[in-house]
């Protein structure tokens, strides 16, 4: 793997292009330049996304990508979901039908029971900012117009088989990458020239958006609302700097006029005052006046797939070029950066000679099945949302029912925490028996342990930073039995040797160029357990030991992660991926397991 250059070095010979500098193609960017990878990123815009388009963060990618802070500074928390249905007494108007937690806690288990929703062109900022302090930014107002894969090369590790000719405002260039990444959008220039077809089907479903700071006497304008009317739907989001959006359906004569005024793209009559004008028919009898505008946009449902997600896995497709939705179910940006999360450490371990490219082909693997469920999803959830209220049965019950109820038991998908990732040779379901809190193939599910030497509570995902190391988490039992004490020793030993047994050196440590980190979770009760009864394969630093802890007093919300988890009294392994997902388990005296589960991706060392 190439060292990154610096901003004065060539950018003519790199590991991986990425095409495309919105969610995906800077998530992408972000996380191979913090793993050290020449990563070069070009995007025909002139400038980031300024206002509107996508506008939220789900759970699962709060959890994920390690930028939290300043989204939760800027952005706005979103924690209840109301639901508005036609009043049958009042023809016409609208009232509440309930207010639910938008993440019901009783239905999944995120660490964070909330939405955060903030502009695209903001989250875009922030990895910019973040780029920026590793020397990388984005080549703007570059354009790629051609791409070729030497198909004569494409198993040489070393070589540079995709060589792609750009074009910007003063020259034409050539550049050799090892990979490339297209996010270009649904339009992707990279997905059509290397030949990648796109099963879509259009919805006739017609909606127009609007982002504003309102005056209004709708109670719920600061939550998330569901509103159905004899008159159409419509949804309303908080947003940040005090704004809402809000979605409405377009129909009949409006819908035909919106159509053709967004296939002109001329926009002179359908501005955002004439989508407010619909909205406000929805909400009557609540009124609604706009402060200012911010942005409006007005679009059909198109959805679809890509057939594949790689050319020779050396040109990849992230993001929008590959999956084309709806935005009602606020997945569209979460769904992008998540494709990228999955495939940059998966580069990065190839790129650094760890795996054989095979470990490549589970990008697509997983991603695209993923995919095909929210699409199925989305599929459901557009026409729902966009029938309309016709008749008297609907009014009393069957269709606000199940409109409501769609949109409750959806959460744990469209949180991302319910992803779940089928059987492959990073997902091992062998010893699934072993925890039944924990599933293999879904992401590690939250938890508080103890730091044994400060007594300083942490959550398990904090142990789990994405920084391109797979984690096995040592859950050691009672360490203060002689027995799970030999145990140990014995397990430690083989750690020890892992380095032997897959011919990588990959040994446990704290640098972000190792491959692996060890970190031991104890029974033991606190005031009993001693650092230094462990081996020290199994303590490599003071911070790489926890203790399951209870923390009785009020208030508090530590859960015993052994009895949460379903782990018995023996312990177990657990190996968790780079990117959060859980990819085997193991008991403590079958560490071949373990080995079985590396060697089957790792490179052969020759």
């Known amino acids: 793997m190439s060292l990154r250059p610096n901003a004065s070095e060539t950018r003519n010979t790199v590991d991986v292009l990425i095409v495309g500098a919105g969610p995906a193609g800077l998530m992408g960017a972000y996380a191979l330049a913090k793993a050290g990878v020449c990563v070069r990123i070009i995007e025909k815009r002139a400038t980031r996304v300024a206002v509107g388009h996508a506008d939220g963060l789900q759970p699962r990618t709060m959890e994920s990508y390690g930028l939290l802070d300043r989204v939760m500074k800027e952005g706005n928390q979103l924690r209840t979901a109301a639901f508005y249905n036609p009043n049958p007494n009042k023809p016409g108007e609208i009232q509440l039908s309930e207010r639910v937690p938008f993440f019901k806690p009783n239905m999944l288990d995120p660490r964070y029971d909330f939405g955060v929703t903030l502009h695209q062109g903001a989250i875009e900022q922030i990895f910019l900012d973040n780029m920026q302090d590793m020397d990388l930014q984005v080549d703007r107002s570059t354009i790629p117009i051609a791409i070729e894969v030497n198909e004569n090369s494409v198993s040489d590790p070393d070589a540079h088989p995709v060589t792609i000719k750009n074009v910007d405002s003063s020259e034409t260039e050539v550049v050799h990458a090892k990979y490339v990444v297209g996010a270009d959008g649904a339009h992707s220039w990279i997905r059509r020239n290397v030949q990648i077809p796109v099963d879509e089907s259009s919805t006739p479903y017609v909606w127009g958006v609007v982002d504003l700071v309102p005056e209004t006497d709708f109670p719920d304008f600061r939550n998330w609302a569901g509103i159905r009317s004899d008159s159409g739907s419509c949804m309303i989001i908080p947003r940040e700097r005090d704004m809402i ?45 706009p402060k200012s505008f911010e942005w409006s946009s007005i679009y059909t449902i198109a959805q679809g797939v890509a057939s594949r997600y790689s050319v020779r896995d050396r040109v990849f497709i992230a993001g929008d070029a590959c999956h084309t939705h709806s935005p009602k179910a606020g997945q569209g940006m979460n769904a992008s950066i998540n494709d990228t999360y999955n495939l940059a450490w998966k580069l990065v371990w190839v790129l650094r000679g760890w795996s054989n490219r095979t470990l490549l082909k589970t990008y697509e693997f997983e991603r695209r099945q993923y995919a095909l469920d929210l699409i199925a999803f989305d599929k459901k959830l557009a026409k729902l949302i966009s029938e309309k209220t016709h ?4 009014v009393n019950g069957a269709m606000r029912t199940a409109y409501m109820s769609m949109i409750q038991k959806s959460t744990e998908f469209s949180s991302g925490i319910g992803v779940h990732y089928l059987p492959s040779d990073i997902v091992d379901i062998k010893n699934q028996g072993l925890a039944s809190g924990i599933v293999i193939g879904k992401r590690m599910p939250p938890g508080t342990v103890v730091r044994l030497l400060d007594f300083c509570p942490i959550h398990i995902h904090d142990l789990l930073p994405s920084d391109t190391r797979f984690k096995i988490l040592v859950f050691a039992g009672n360490a203060s039995s002689s027995a799970q004490r030999m145990r140990l020793q014995q397990l430690a030993v083989k750690i020890g040797n892992l380095r032997s047994l897959l011919g990588l050196d990959i040994l446990p440590g704290n640098s972000s160029q190792s491959g692996l980190d060890v970190l031991t979770i104890l029974s033991t009760k606190l005031e009993l357990a001693l650092f230094k009864e462990l081996p020290l394969k199994l303590r490599s630093h003071w911070s790489k030991v926890y203790v399951d802890y209870i923390d009785t007093n009020p208030g508090t919300d530590h859960i015993q992660v052994y009895q949460n988890y379903g782990i018995g009294v023996d312990g177990i392994l657990v190996v968790v991926r780079p990117d959060g997902y859980v990819g085997a388990i193991a008991t403590i005296d079958d560490f071949e397991h373990i080995k079985h589960y590396f060697s089957s991706f790792l490179e052969t060392p020759k």
């Open 245 to 289: 959006r809000i979605y409405v359906q377009l129909e009949g004569q409006n819908a035909i006029d919106a159509t053709k005024e967004a296939a002109d793209g001329s926009k002179v009559k359908m501005g955002p005052e004439w989508i407010l004008d619909v909205a406000r028919k929805t909400l009557y009898p609540f009124t609604i006046v």
């Open 391 to 394: 008749n008297e049965s609907n």
